[in-house]
């Protein structure tokens, strides 16, 4: 099983009926995280319920795209981003108070239409 595909969004190669076929793929929840869901609609739209966050030091975030059309996107972390440590991809436990900005850009680099995510880790 090979995976293709963006940063959270993927598509699986596999075999169905003697033929190659892509599915969607999704990341499963890692245990314990709190999850930030997103969809990304359109070249210029993404589409987030909640955009600020408060976690203690040692909490566990992750982002799970919901849609799988074909519009890529791309995560950029600022703002204290060293105080994330990567567990797997796009799961991250905080690991020093402060306030961080992770910015979701749809198509990878419209700026227009992206969105900021605040989270704040406190002690």
Do not use: H
Not at 7 to 16: A, R
Not at 29 to 46: C, F, H, K, M
């Amino acid at each position: 099983m090979k995976v293709l595909g963006g940063f959270i969004s993927y598509t699986v190669l596999g075999k169905e009926n003697g033929e190659f076929i892509l599915a969607p793929y999704e990341i499963p929840q890692y245990p314990g995280a709190v999850v930030v869901r997103y969809s990304i609609l359109d070249e210029n739209t993404v589409k987030i319920d909640e955009t600020e966050y408060t976690l203690p030091v040692g909490s566990v975030i992750q982002f799970i795209r919901e849609d799988f059309n074909e519009v890529t996107e791309r995560i950029l972390f600022t703002n204290n981003a060293s105080c994330l440590k990567s567990i797997q991809i796009a799961t991250f436990k905080i690991e020093c108070p402060g306030k961080i900005t992770a910015t979701i850009i749809p198509s990878g680099y419209n700026w227009d239409g992206a969105v900021d995510i605040t989270i704040n880790a406190i002690k």
